[in-house]
């Protein structure tokens, strides 16, 4: 019965089939730690900032100042990045810089559109 008093038709079933292609556990996991990474402001800026910077690499130098961090700070950030793979992290004399993993940012796109996504109708 529905609210309304009216019984709900007989042929209709209460759960609709999986039609799709859903997300396991491992996969769900192993996406989640790059959009963990980009929740935070800070981490989207410095991404932005690497992006706008020749060849899509910064030295993490030229990141503090922007971002209003101490240096300390900037590298955890970094590293949270890094370990998310959207950044890879080169050392230089006493320098780290920092680049864009090509085609992280896309495939992270593609995974969330191919499983987050309507499901095909049949």
């Known amino acids: ?3 309304l008093g009216l019984a709900a038709p007989a042929d209709r079933a209460c759960c609709t089939p999986v039609t799709g292609n ?3 556990p491992q996969a769900a996991d192993d996406l989640a730690r790059p959009l963990k990474a980009l929740a935070d402001p800070t981490r989207l800026r410095l ?3 690497i ?3 020749e060849g899509a690499e910064a030295c993490v130098c030229d990141l503090t100042e922007p971002v209003g961090l101490s240096q300390p700070t900037v590298s ?3 590293k949270v990045l890094a ?3 959207l ?3 080169e050392k230089r004399g006493v320098w780290a810089y920092y680049a ?3 085609g992280a940012l896309d495939l992270l796109v593609t995974h969330l559109g191919a499983h987050l996504g309507p499901a095909p109708r049949p």
């Open 1 to 3: 019965m529905t609210d």
């Open 22 to 24: 859903p997300l396991g």
């Open 47 to 49: 991404l932005s900032i």
């Open 51 to 53: 992006a706008s910077h």
């Open 76 to 78: 955890h950030h970094l």
């Open 83 to 85: 370990e998310a793979g």
């Open 87 to 89: 950044v890879t992290r």
């Open 100 to 102: 864009l993993v090509p």
